[in-house]
């Protein structure tokens, strides 16, 4: 299939997403998200939620970079919902495993979720931003030099984070969830190219996908060393000093912006995964996931495509066979 044809496929077929919970795999279509899990029972429990993004609902939201910052934040908050729903079954199972009495909950409210996600907000800014600006500051006496005190901060916020998962994904849960993150990865990539649901067509494909959120944070740290060296030689220029405040306080409101022009990005570089720079481009993020998934037995990719299945509908046989005809035809 060449490049042109392959981005008109993308454009007919809804683009799909995922991301990986307890035992379980969330996937997200243009209409709904759905979260499958398995219980200890073995079966299969499946959470459907229609779902319109503020995006679609608000046309002037979906402009370059704008519509980056509020996907971002809508899919945290999916996220940090679907992760509660599995949390509450899976401490339902250990509780009927240990005897005790079964109480599940009905999950958190979009308010709870909103609260989670500006705590997790304030703690990843407060780690991954701040701290390296403040190490950078008192550690190195390159405060007046711009590309140099950001590539330095960079390089300290690549560190912490690489030693953050690095240290995580030696927790047996951990390794878990990242084999549910490899199954997800899987299950679209049977999707997208060969147009299957069928769990031996998913288990051939790699687990390294180039449009997935351990990408997209490369490259927010990736674009946050240009933007912001940029952003400091303005403020230079201007002012002719900075501090440690000032970059505070120009720095952290900017993330957002950040967070959109990666999301572009990652956008952009999807549409043309085959072109040289552009492999290049992901090549940090790929190699991130190297940590963040794991290779899934059959039962966890049974897993994620039932949450696929659910994500694009009651039609969705019809959309898969879709999917296949449009590939068969572009391959021609």
Same mark, same amino acid.
């Given at each position: 299939?060449?490049?042109?044809?392959?981005?008109?496929?993308?454009?007919?077929?809804?683009?799909?997403?995922?991301?990986?919970?307890?035992e379980?795999?969330?996937?997200?279509?243009?209409d709904?998200?759905?979260?499958?899990?398995?219980?200890?029972?073995?079966?299969?429990?499946?959470?459907?939620?229609?779902?319109?993004?503020?995006?679609?609902?608000?046309?002037?939201?979906?402009?370059?970079?704008?519509?980056?910052?509020?996907?971002?934040?809508?899919?945290?908050?999916?996220?940090?919902?679907?992760?509660?729903?599995?949390?509450?079954?899976?401490?339902?199972?250990e509780?009927?495993?240990?005897g005790?009495?079964?109480k599940?909950?009905?999950?958190?409210?979009?308010?709870?979720?909103?609260?989670?996600?500006?705590i997790?907000?304030? +703690?990843? /800014?407060? #780690?991954?931003?701040?701290? *390296? $600006?403040?190490?950078?500051?008192?550690?190195?006496?390159? =405060?007046?030099e711009?590309?140099?005190?950001?590539?330095s901060?960079?390089?300290?916020?690549?560190?912490?984070?690489l030693?953050?998962?690095?240290?995580?994904?030696?927790?047996?849960?951990?390794?878990?969830?990242?084999?549910y993150?490899?199954a997800?990865?899987?299950?679209?990539?049977?999707?997208?190219?060969k147009?299957?649901?069928?769990v031996?067509?998913?288990?051939v494909?790699?687990?390294?996908?180039p449009?997935?959120?351990?990408?997209?944070?490369?490259?927010?740290?990736l674009?946050?060393?240009?933007?912001?060296?940029?952003?400091?030689?303005?403020?230079m220029?201007?002012?002719?000093?900075?501090? +440690?405040? /000032?970059? #505070?306080?120009?720095?952290? *409101? $900017?993330?957002?912006?950040?967070?959109?022009i990666?999301? =572009?990005?990652i956008k952009?570089?999807a549409?043309?995964?085959?072109?040289?720079?552009?492999?290049?481009?992901?090549?940090?993020?790929?190699?991130?996931?190297?940590?963040?998934t794991?290779?899934?037995d059959?039962?966890?990719?049974?897993?994620?495509?039932?949450?696929?299945?659910?994500?694009?509908?009651?039609?969705w046989e019809?959309?898969?066979?879709?999917?296949?005809?449009?590939?068969?035809?572009?391959?021609?």
């Amino acid at each position: 299939m060449t490049e042109q044809n392959k981005s008109v496929v993308e454009e007919v077929i809804m683009p799909v997403g995922g991301q990986a919970v307890i035992e379980g795999v969330m996937m997200r279509s243009k209409d709904r998200f759905a979260t499958a899990i398995r219980r200890s029972s073995g079966e299969i429990e499946i959470d459907i939620r229609e779902y319109k993004s503020l995006i679609d609902r608000q046309k002037w939201l979906n402009v370059p970079i704008l519509r980056g910052a509020v996907t971002l934040i809508e899919v945290m908050i999916i996220g940090i919902k679907t992760l509660n729903f599995s949390a509450d079954k899976a401490m339902a199972d250990e509780a009927e495993k240990e005897g005790k009495e079964v109480k599940e909950g009905k999950g958190m409210s979009t308010l709870q979720a909103i609260g989670s996600v500006t705590i997790a907000l304030v +703690l990843g /800014i407060a #780690l991954f931003f701040a701290g *390296p $600006l403040w190490l950078t500051t008192y550690v190195f006496n390159i =405060e007046k030099e711009a590309l140099a005190f950001n590539l330095s901060a960079g390089l300290i916020r690549i560190t912490i984070f690489l030693a953050y998962l690095i240290a995580i994904s030696y927790m047996n849960d951990v390794r878990r969830l990242f084999e549910y993150h490899g199954a997800e990865h899987k299950s679209i990539y049977a999707f997208e190219e060969k147009g299957s649901l069928a769990v031996s067509d998913a288990a051939v494909f790699t687990t390294l996908h180039p449009r997935c959120g351990t990408s997209f944070l490369a490259m927010v740290m990736l674009v946050s060393i240009l933007f912001f060296s940029i952003l400091d030689s303005v403020v230079m220029y201007f002012y002719g000093d900075i501090s +440690l405040l /000032i970059r #505070l306080v120009t720095h952290l *409101p $900017l993330i957002p912006v950040v967070g959109g022009i990666a999301y =572009e990005a990652i956008k952009k570089s999807a549409k043309n995964p085959n072109n040289p720079l552009v492999r290049i481009f992901i090549a940090p993020g790929l190699a991130l996931q190297k940590i963040t998934t794991r290779e899934p037995d059959d039962d966890q990719l049974e897993v994620a495509l039932a949450a696929l299945k659910a994500a694009l509908g009651d039609e969705w046989e019809n959309i898969v066979l879709s999917k296949r005809e449009q590939i068969t035809r572009m391959s021609a």
